[in-house]
């Protein structure tokens, strides 16, 4: 990239507009190493406090801050009237040489630049201490003790900026006591990545200012807001020269919430100083570096026994984007010495691994590869996020990238076996058709699966570790997190793009703390956000908002735009939306998709089940009623999705007993929790109403998984799987006996239909352990070991199987709608009227996606 050389104001950093501006590169696409503000971002609390205190700026603010400053005597132990409140410490800092009757000014070197230039407008004497290199600018209390006298201020940074260095905070008190004549102002700044024990604040001499710039450890710099704590006397003094009114409204309302967020300080706290270590390891590794120790969230460098300067490599990697800051205007310090930030991990990442390829482009080195990603989150659940994640799997595929999908968590109890036997969500599945790739336990490293209102069935990596309840589950969440991020890592490794996708809504409040699925997955991967919105349901605009209102500034940042799905109607009605969401959130619609109906492909969810949204909803004649029970723990609804295309079928969903009437074959499904659905079947009457079915010898009724235990006469948990380890009586429609066990049986299965000669390709996911009770059980399937895995009575219109998606052979299922024909005397001729293929449908859906996202934008954020 061509570029002039960066101006020596933008070279020292802090605008990152100016260093845009001078790189010829958007300020999004910036990664700024040069402004020392909290990694973190603004806390959370930020935007909607200015929300709801932004009419107040049609008042004038309170000149004296005086709700501020009783905040900031609580937070700081101290009397109100110490406390003073200015437009930034800046303005604090040179109002103190005019307020005290000063001579002169002493500052160890290199310090913040503003120090002396308060100095030299008041017109005093500047002295200058310089600090030792070779001591890594650690403050000399000898040397500084033999320069100081009366009507002298001393300027400190505690730590100092830039070297990040602390001094000991006892020796300073020790020393402003013995020269009571001398003022020593202490710049706290920084000390909240530090440490308040470091602070001069308690038991502070009278001799002794502190001031603090709330914008750095808040990342507020537009808001202009600091404060000092000194003796009534000296804040009446500067009182006096600081004009009204120059604090204003949503700076003081700010103030005060952050005097009280002492979490968020020590949050900050911990996030910096293990990003802090982690970065002076990593730059270990990079050759022609020495680093200084330092306490703050920041660094200082040299650049050493090299041919670039500093600001050379500034220039270097301002055109790969990233901003460092140059130290040359620091007294004492030269063009080789340089600052970064702490940041967060994988912008870290980003700066080393430049600074390895520009300092050291022959040595090798392996850092983590960082595979271009988008993640499609949503406004809540059900918003589409699943079926627009196979869409642009297969986009991705049919414009010849190797991608790979992932989903970080995923809570369904609509689940597949890969040939490995691993157990992982259904919509994984899909969208890793949609790469036309075998199914990976590593797609979906994280499984829920409910069984109760309170607790779930946990699978990691394909493997059930257990039942857990939602609270000890948020508790280990961190812990699983990394198997999640391994798992990641070694999919993104094997692969050229990844398509993420999210859980529910990233704006859940009561869960973000422990999030592993949306914004924090997200971040991980270097993913671009797209928030998808589901406007059929309406409020989609508001959604938009109000979910980006409740994000963090950094989550805001991750968010590349918006995805209005399910549209009907004319587009050009949007515009005025669009021009509105875009004024609210700074955000872009990046695609509309049109309302999609008989996609065929599976849902994630029960959602679409429970609304029995089946493709064939109007219902021809020589139809055949095909009834499916509702379960309040239905699994694996998805497989009666075959039988919905068929033509010749009506299918149902039946939650009440007076719903059921008298179908041609009635369907138990799979269940989570068999023992408390039998319970719902009898309160509900439906146990009541299929036995009178089974009596009737004209209703075929099946069972699977679940339900084909549940047509046995017994099932037992003496482990407590499902339930507390209680037994319960079955329907007694087949006589078997059903045990569940610890282990769980999890296989892809081939088999065999033997009255239709039919072959079965499926797969088994169950704890039971079932086994016939008398010779009155026929095998109607056996695998290909010659076991049952389907059984039968009354000349098989009574069944059951464990084999999951039984009803996905064309043939065999066409066989099935058959026999229920000719049970009712219509023809049937064998002939396959439609086939269960995914391939078509997923590019079909791909081809109307394609249409309507702005395909290059996305792709141009993404990297590719």
Known sequence: MKMTNIPQRHRHGGNLRQLSVAAGIPSAQLVDFSANLNPLGPPEWLRPLISAHVSELIHYPDPDCAELVE??????????????????ATELLHLLPRALDLKSVLIPVPSYADYAESALLAELDLELLPLEESKDFALDFERMKGLLKPSQMVLLGQPNNPTGCLFDAGRLRSLAREFPQTYFMVDESFIAF???????????????????????AYAIPGLRLGYLIAEEEIVARLKRLLPDWTV???????????????????????????QRKQLVHDLDQIPCLTQYPGDA????????HHSMSAVDLAQHMLEKGVAIRVCENFQSLDQSYFRLAVRPPNEQEQLCNLLQEILAPGRISVPRRRTPAVMFQGTGSNAGKSVLTAAMCRILHQDGYDVAPFKAQNMSLNSFVTMQGGEMGRAQVVQSQACRLEPDVRMNPVLLKPNSDTGSQIILNGTVTGNMHFRAYAEQRQTIFETVKQSYDELAAEHEVMVLEGAGSPAEV??????????????????????????????VFASFVGTMELLTEAERSQVAGFIINRFRGDQSFLGPAL???????????????????????????????????????AVPEECVDIAIIDLPHISNFTDFDALGIEPDVHLRVVRRADELGCPDALVLPGSKNVLNDLNHLRDSGLAERIMSLAENSVCEIVGVCGGFQMLGHWISDPNAVESDGSSRDGLGLLPLDTVLAKGKTTIQTQSRHLPSGCELVGYEIHHGQTKAVTSDLQAIIRNSAGEM????????RIWGTYLHGVFDADEFRRWFVDNL????????????????????????LADVVREGLDIKAIYRRMGL
């Open 821 to 844: 024909r000719r049970r009712r005397g219509w023809s049937a001729d064998g002939l396959v009227r439609a086939r269960y293929d995914l391939e078509p449908a997923l590019d079909r």
């Open 248 to 274: 204003n409204t949503l700076a003081q309302r700010v103030g005060c919430r952050a005097a009280m967020d002492r979490k968020y300080r020590q949050r900050s706290r911990e996030f910096v100083s293990a």
């Open 297 to 304: 969230n920041f660094l200082l460098l040299r650049l050493e």
């Open 579 to 617: 021009e509105t969401t875009l004024q609210h959130t700074g955000k872009p619609v990046l695609g509309v998709i049109p309302y999609l109906t008989q996609l065929g492909l599976p849902e994630e969810d029960s959602v679409s089940f429970k609304d029995n949204s089946f493709a064939n909803s």
């Open 71 to 88: 905040a900031l005597a609580l937070a700081n132990a101290t009397a109100p009237e110490q406390i003073l409140v200015g437009n930034g």
């Open 789 to 796: 895995i389907g059984g039968s009575t009354d000349q098989g």
């Open 510 to 539: 009561n869960l973000k703390a422990n999030d592993i699925v949306n914004m924090n997955m997200a971040r991980y991967a270097d993913a671009p956000v797209l928030l998808v919105g589901d406007i059929d349901r309406g409020g």
């Open 194 to 216: 530090a440490g308040d024990e470091y602070s001069l604040r308690k038991d502070r001499p009278e001799n002794v200012i502190i001031v603090e710039s709330m914008t750095k």
